[in-house]
T-cell receptor
């Protein structure tokens, strides 16, 4: 079985401040890790992904995430946020279960950027 | 452009009615998924299909049905047996690594 825990349901931050959204996962098999962003009444858009190799991955819109195998974490960071970053963020894991890679999502973190 | 198309964007259903949500993809992906999204609960897997003419129940399949007669299409039917169908429904397909999502269908029971 695999699962994802997003430790914060809501993260308020002021514009131009740094932000970290936390994600921990559990899985009995090797996994791929993802962060998605969702704007109101829209689908999910991929921000970045970790498949293998370098543990620091860079994505779109200035976001980056670091894979930490020993802590089973994949935290998302941005050094300076903008008002337009206000959205829902989902961490996801995709591992092999019964021969199928089925994406499992966390409950989401609402990032609220204040002016 | 390649992508996933969900229709309609908004759907209203009377109690006791079945409704079908459409999902079409032109990404040539074998795997397709249906998720339900409720506030504060993230995405929960309803059904998934790894190949044409085959599909499996997810975590919350009760009250839903699907078919996969074509690679491009994976429609979801919300039946009258689903007691709380009001939600945002997301369809996705997956290639080698990440999932790609449609824009969602918001279903409301009136």
């Amino acid at each position: 079985a695999q699962s994802v825990t997003q430790l914060d349901s809501q993260v308020p931050v002021f514009e131009e401040a740094p932000v970290e959204l936390r994600c921990n996962y559990s899985s009995s098999v090797s996994v791929y890790l993802f962060w998605y962003v969702q704007y109101p009444n829209q689908g999910l858009q991929l921000l970045l992904k970790y498949l293998s190799g370098s543990t620091l991955v860079k994505g779109i819109n200035g976001f980056e995430a670091e894979f930490n195998k020993s802590q089973t974490s994949f935290h998302l960071r941005k050094p300076s946020v903008h008002i337009s970053d206000t959205a829902e963020y989902f961490c996801a894991v995709s591992g092999q279960l019964g021969g199928s890679y089925i994406p499992t999502f966390g409950r989401g973190t609402s990032l609220i950027v204040h002016p | 452009d390649g992508g996933i198309t969900q229709s309609p964007k908004y759907l209203f259903r009377k109690e006791g009615q079945n409704v079908t949500l459409s999902c079409e993809q032109n990404l040539n992906h074998d795997a397709m998924y249906w998720y339900r999204q409720d506030p504060g609960q993230g995405l929960r897997l309803i059904y998934y299909s790894q190949i044409v003419n085959d599909f499996q129940k997810g975590d919350i399949a009760e009250g839903y049905s699907v078919s996969r007669e074509k690679k491009e299409s994976f429609p979801l039917t919300v039946t009258s047996a689903q007691k709380n169908p009001t939600a945002f429904y997301l369809c996705a397909s997956k290639g080698n690594t990440e999932a790609f999502f449609g824009q969602g269908t918001r279903l409301t029971v009136v």
